[in-house]
């Protein structure tokens, strides 16, 4: 998944970007408000973890302007803890709230609570045909068995997961997959899908190439 971070410290952010790297997701940094409004402008984002006081403005402000056109869901970042602040957060559109210092634990949990939500899910398993899915632990479970799968499998089948149905171009696909500054190539879409066509092969669900248009999950596969 692409996250875009909107953070003005630098350790934070390194840190932030480094641990959820690690989870396979794509983050881009933004340092300020102007900078974040660049990214969104030019990129699809799965998730925004936005600061409360950066140096062009206060993200709640930022927020409220920009859910009438921003539907991407929100974790706000903030040292403020008075329950004041974050009802204010909340009412203004995030979709959850967590006080600095936290834990990167606490972190990547609530990002998860958060995509299940606007997702539509109770809890991390997402069904695919007989099989079942589990993008926080990285498995697959398929007629008893279960699967470890590397990070970008993890991340990639995460995304037409959460896209059943739909046609996902390799543009799309790379766009969720990695960030702006990765030297990615569609070539390398097609390499990674192969490999994680390979991984699922008789799983009774598929990733179809829509010829001239992209990438399809069948969830009804044979």
Known sequence: MRYLLVEDNAELADGIVKRLAMDGHAIDHA???AAAEDCLAVAHYDLILLDVMLP??????FLARS???LETPVIMLTARAQVSDRVGALDQGADDYITKPFDFLELEARCRAVLRRRGGLARNQIALGPAQFDPAAG???HDGQTIDLRNREIR???IFARHPGQILSKAQVMDHLFSYDAEVTENAIEVYVGRL???IDGMGFRIETVRGLGYRMDTDAP
Do not use: F, K, Q, Y
């Open 56 to 61: 062009d403005g206060d993200g709640r402000d």
């Open 67 to 69: 859910r009438a056109h």
């Open 31 to 33: 340092a300020t408000l």
């Open 139 to 141: 498995t697959l479970e």
């Open 197 to 199: 066509r390979r991984r």
């Open 156 to 158: 990639l089948l995460e």
